[in-house]
């Protein structure tokens, strides 16, 4: 008799292909109209499956987490952030953990790139100008912002996507800097042609642009806190396209109202779906809904990935992307 199939809780919506290989392989329990899961049917969901997929907007906490069935073994999550897991409750309780890391790299430093031109060039700006009809045609002194190339470029975290947003930014002229809890390799930063700065607060002083690349932790929450970016240059801009936790998001809009910080680049808010209002009333800030790594590409790879590390795992190895766990 064929051995009875794991049931695979799925919480979004996911590519086509992808959540027909999930039928194919497993008991699928799918959520096809994507609303996103209150916190009674995470429970629910926890209570039952023998693996779930969450994503970013799933808040696996250990509350959550205290319902889980004894058969509850992985957690696949869809994406490469986990901060949305409490990672410490999920190893208590001896839940092997899984991400997608490595398929969003090109794609969300693509977006980064796009952000770090968009602001300074003042892109969103003009767009708007365009659509409202009330351009009067072209003059030598309207809607100046301001050149990139030759500027510093401070990148906070050089894992993946910092390192993939370096190898851009040189082409765009811009000198790499970063701060980076280790310091990178010297043939890696040769390769990057990046300076390491072991004091971020020094970097953060001396840089035209920050880009935030770490990932958000426990440690990362609030790096960029009032104090830092007040230690920025008021000329200076900052991109955001890791997670919103990492930048004092009060404190930030407060600097951008008050013309202390030149422009920011947001892609990703500390209450998501929420967004400070103060900051949709800026002209100086471009703002996207968390779509950096949103591409058909990126979104089947990563369904890929998540699809290898449950059928691996069922099968008695250790999943290729483990965050935490012990072999099944
Ligand atoms: C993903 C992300 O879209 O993977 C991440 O960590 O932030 C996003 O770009 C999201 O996590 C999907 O769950």
Known sequence: MPAKKPLVVVTRKL?????TRMMELFEAQLNLDDRPLGRAELIQAVEKADVLVPTVTDRIDSSVLAHAGSNLR??????AGVDHIDLGSARQ???TVTNTPGVLTEDTADMTMALILAVPRRLAEG????RSGKWEGWSPTW???HRIWGKRLGIVGMGRVGSAVARRARGFGLSIH????????????RELDATYWESLDQMLAHMDIISVNCPHTPATYHLLSGRRLKLMREEAYIVNTSRGEVVDENSLTRMLERGQLAGAGLDVFEHEPAVNPKLLKLDNVVLLPHMASATLEGRVDMGEKVLINIKTFVDGHSP?????????
Request: aromatic share 4%.
């Open 15 to 19: 590519p086509d292909p992808i959540e």
């Open 74 to 79: 992985l957690i696949a999550s869809f994406g």
């Open 93 to 95: 309780r001896g839940i």
């Open 127 to 130: 767009e708007r100008i365009m």
């Open 143 to 145: 809607m100046l912002g």
């Open 178 to 189: 970063y701060h980076n809890r280790h310091r990178l390799p010297e043939t890696a930063e």
């Open 320 to 328: 290729p992307d483990r965050v935490i766990g012990t072999e099944s």
